[in-house]
């Protein structure tokens, strides 16, 4: 069983920044292939940023130069590094994962979070 747990959300002024945490249990967090995906009231869900397990990066276009994804595998964690901030980032950001794999928009997750909500006031 793998469970996720994200951590970090909060309310914030437009170009401050933020950092999620999202710290896994279960075993082999280094085998995971992670992302963070969010979706705002009204809307589908929208990838945002993944990382593989061999720390490949990917990012959507709407976030790149502002976020930044990272892994700690001795810590099983992995987080969202948000600067600039705008209030169309307001969301719930959800963590998920799948063993090994790619970590783009395309991929199907197999575990997920319950997310934490960041909200970017202007």
């Known amino acids: 069983q793998v469970r996720l747990v994200e951590s970090g959300g909060g309310l914030v002024q437009a170009g401050g920044s933020l950092r999620l945490s999202c710290e896994v249990s279960?075993?082999?967090?280094?085998?995971?292939?992670m992302a963070w995906i969010r979706q705002a009231p009204g809307k589908e869900r929208e990838f945002v940023a993944g990382i593989t397990w061999s720390a490949g990066k990917s990012y959507a276009d709407s976030v790149k130069g502002r976020f930044t994804i990272s892994r700690d595998n001795a810590r099983d964690t992995m987080y969202l590094q948000m600067n600039s901030l705008k209030p169309e980032d307001t969301a719930v950001y959800l963590c998920?994962?799948?063993?090994?794999?790619?970590?783009?928009?395309?991929?199907?997750?197999?575990?997920w979070g319950q997310g934490t909500q960041v909200t970017v006031s202007s």
């Open positions: 279960g075993r082999s967090f280094s085998s995971y292939s």
């Open positions: 998920a994962a799948r063993w090994r794999g790619a970590a783009t928009d395309t991929t199907t997750w197999a575990y």
